[in-house]
């Protein structure tokens, strides 16, 4: 979901922003921990300060913010279930099409393993009707298996907040004794000389571990992560078997992918 980007938009555009847009907008200014204030934000957005006066009651009433004087921030120890919430609603057209096209891999019977990533979790939610088992790393995606009549492992360890995940040593040490047919993963971002990348530590390891696990790795990328690198590799170019994104890569990219004879599928 897109927020405010230019400061210097028109006084109708910056009217027009619907309230839920304008609110998410407000958590993600929030999120280094001060106080967003009434007035600022009312002449951002060139709207009434009553106006963000309700904003900041609806977010006060979710249970993710609390209002000082004169505005309104984070309730404590709320940053991190922010930031996955914001990850979540951003590309959502993207992730749906990706994961519309990455549905056509799975076949009746497959085991498929599924990390805790916003893109794959979009493809749990259409396997509920699937002849498949699942094995996941994330409690999001554990929630929407539950709710069907997929049988599933969630696989344990330390919990890393951000991604509502487990990672870490048990988590690594179980899932290699776990073999699923497909390992459908997700990152921050694509390099043609790096592979994919990420820049949470502890879900590189997990991740990985996934990928050694399977015996075909798909990447899950939508097109605003070509050309992006991040701290560190989860998986070389020769570690990808298929790449589903929902726009053709650029030509160098196209030509990285199929140097390493990586199968690209480009969501309709």
Do not use: C, W, Y
Not at 36 to 49: N, P, S, T, W
Not at 68 to 74: F, I, K, Q, S
Not at 80 to 109: C, F, V
Not at 206 to 230: C, E, H, I, N, Y
């Amino acid at each position: 979901m897109s927020g405010i980007s230019n400061s210097r938009m028109s006084e109708t555009q910056r009217q027009d922003i619907p309230a839920s847009e304008r609110q998410q907008d407000i958590l993600r200014r929030s999120l280094g921990g001060g106080v967003v204030r009434v007035r600022d934000l009312a002449a951002e957005f060139g709207v009434h300060e009553m106006t963000i006066r309700r904003d900041f009651d609806a977010l006060v009433d979710q249970g993710l913010m609390e209002r000082v004087r004169g505005g309104a921030r984070l309730r404590e120890r709320m940053g991190e279930e922010i930031s996955h919430q914001l990850r979540a609603a951003r590309n959502t057209e993207a992730k749906t099409a990706i994961a519309r096209a990455a549905l056509s891999l799975i076949a009746p019977g497959d085991t498929v393993a599924f990390d805790a990533s916003t893109t794959a979790l979009a493809l749990v939610r259409m396997v509920h009707d699937r002849n498949v088992s699942a094995i996941v790393s994330g409690l999001d995606a554990a929630n929407a298996l539950a709710a069907s009549a997929v049988p599933f492992v969630m696989v344990g360890g330390a919990f890393h907040g951000p991604a509502r995940s487990f990672t870490g040593v048990l988590f690594e040490e179980s899932m290699s004794r776990l073999h699923p047919d497909k390992v459908f993963f997700s990152a921050r971002g694509f390099h043609a000389a790096l592979g994919l990348t990420d820049s949470h530590l502890p879900e590189v390891g997990a991740k990985r571990a996934m990928l050694r696990s399977g015996a075909m790795t798909v990447a899950l990328m939508d097109s605003s992560k070509f050309g992006r690198r991040a701290l560190a590799t989860i998986a070389a170019m020769d570690e990808i078997d298929v790449l589903v994104t929902d726009r053709p890569p650029a030509d160098a990219d196209m030509a990285a992918l199929e140097a390493a004879d990586i199968r690209v599928i480009v969501a309709p």
